[in-house]
T-cell receptor
């Protein structure tokens, strides 16, 4: 079964702690993306990667970091510098390297709550 | 003003009704996507289109590039169609850059039996 997995589905952390969200895909896609979704707002791009060992900041990268050491994996770290980390985080991938040119496949999401 | 506007924000329908969700955008685009997000949060891509019309089962998506408008239609709606429907566009002219998608806020559809 090809797809994108994110774990865990729910994550709780104390303020001041860094936390890493997992995203794995077995679709052999080049590009991977991290989005953040807040109530009443559209999805916003945090980081994206078009190829292994390369990634670019999206619209709201401050307080986040990523790595892309393997094609299949694109973990997102929410650092203590992120002012409002509580949100729903979605990972996506696409076969093409240009967002929007090819269909994006989304993971099930991770709901992060920081108290 | 948001670059991608969807209407209505919320929509309640009776099973069997014909449903239309609208998306208007203010930028030049090279592609428009319709996505479906179920209550659990997972998102599925429904359509990607740059012109004309596409149909998949009971779903139809149309786009009018001149008017910068797209519609998603659901025929013979069913309670399982209840979800949030999201419109997203890719700006044209981004060339070799990533060309991020711009997302609408979504339309929450509830279909009652």
């Amino acid at each position: 079964d090809g797809g994108i997995t994110q774990s865990p589905k729910y994550l709780f952390r104390k303020e001041g702690q860094n936390v890493t969200l997992s995203c794995e895909q077995n679709l052999n896609h080049d590009a991977m993306y991290w989005y953040r979704q807040d109530p009443g707002q559209g999805l916003r791009l945090i980081y994206y990667s078009q190829i292994v060992n390369d990634f670019q900041k999206g619209d709201i990268a401050e307080g986040y970091s990523v790595s892309r050491e393997k094609k299949e994996s694109f973990p997102l770290t929410v650092t203590s510098a992120q002012k409002n980390p509580t949100a729903f985080y979605l990972c996506a991938s696409s076969i093409g390297r240009l967002a929007g040119v090819s269909e994006q496949y989304f993971g099930p999401g991770t709901r992060l709550t920081v108290t | 003003k948001n670059e991608v506007e969807q209407s209505p924000q919320n929509l309640t329908a009776q099973e069997g009704e014909f449903i239309t969700i609208n998306c208007s955008y203010s930028v030049g685009i090279s592609a428009l996507h319709w996505l479906q997000q179920h209550p659990g949060g997972g998102i599925v891509s429904l359509f990607m289109l740059s012109s004309g019309k596409k149909k998949h089962g009971r779903l139809i998506a149309t786009i009018n590039i001149q008017e910068k408008h797209s519609s998603l239609h659901i025929t013979a709606s069913h309670p399982r169609d209840s979800a949030v429907y999201i419109c997203a566009v890719r700006r044209s002219g981004d060339g070799g850059s990533q060309g991020n998608l711009i997302f609408g806020k979504g339309t929450k559809l509830s279909v009652k039996p």
